[in-house]
């Protein structure tokens, strides 16, 4: 969306607030030991306390209020009771909701425990890669240029990108224009990114595959060539300078 006034920033500050303190919330909360569902059902209290509705059980009737994956599982995770989180898992919670007629969006990886199993390398790649990625996008940069800047940087540390997966608008619905916001440079698209404008910006970044793949159950993605991938995620206000990221509080950075 574009923001016009300051009704619309003051509503997407709160939404974007909304969804970043419960990610930050869940993430302190799960342990070892916990179902993903027990994580999903405390993420929907902390929403649910401050008058937000989940966007994936509202827009597409995802069964969960927030998306877990656990592993291989790139995205999409349904939590599930059965699913106990184990020491050195590599997590992924994507929160996303409605507040106020506002949508806001963002998302983390990150190990459980002890890196047992040596995720945190790839956790600290698309922490370190989202960040360079949104410090070089204001008004008038080339959207494709950016997806550029994230596989250059996801090369130089010896991983992929899923190049099926991407960021998008973000504001008066969870998907807008302008939607496939790729990690990758599609010299085909020509979009510019537009100040005053709001976007979920998003990095996947993979240690096998290159393109997710949907399981059975209609939701969960996993790698075409297995693997991992970690993803993080902001919701910013685009600026003539530095964007102003909305979804801070989640503290990724």
């Not at 999409?76 to 050195?88: D, N």
């Not at 956790?123 to 360079?132: F, G, N, Y």
């Amino acid at each position: 969306m574009s923001i016009t006034n300051e009704t619309e920033l003051t509503g997407m500050q709160k939404a974007s607030n909304a969804v970043a303190k419960t990610l930050k919330s869940m993430i302190q909360y799960a342990q070892v030991g916990m179902s993903t569902k027990e994580l999903d059902e405390y993420g929907a209290e902390i929403l649910q306390s401050m008058g937000a509705n989940s966007a994936p059980a509202l827009t597409y009737g995802f069964p969960g209020y927030t998306c877990i994956s656990v592993n291989n599982e790139f995205c999409h995770g349904i939590p599930h009771a059965e699913r106990i989180l184990q020491e050195g898992d590599l997590i992924n919670i994507d929160v996303s909701a409605e507040l106020d007629g506002y949508w806001a969006d963002n998302g983390c990886s990150f190990v459980i425990g002890k890196d047992i199993h040596q995720h945190e390398k790839l956790v600290t790649a698309s922490k370190e890669i989202l960040l360079k990625a949104i410090s070089n996008i204001r008004g008038g940069v080339k959207i494709a240029d950016i997806g550029h800047l994230i596989e250059t940087e996801a090369k130089k540390r010896g991983y992929k990108v899923i190049k099926n997966l991407g960021g998008h608008g973000v504001g008066k619905s969870l998907h807008e224009e302008p939607d496939e916001l790729l990690n990758y440079k599609n010299r085909f698209d020509q979009r510019r990114f537009r100040k005053n404008t709001v976007v979920a910006i998003e990095t996947f970044i993979s240690t096998a595959s290159t393109y997710a793949t949907e399981l059975s159950d209609g939701w969960t993605m996993v790698g075409d060539k297995g693997g991992f991938m970690a993803q993080h995620e902001h919701t910013i206000l685009i600026t003539d300078g530095s964007p102003i990221i909305l979804t801070a509080e989640n503290a990724i950075f």
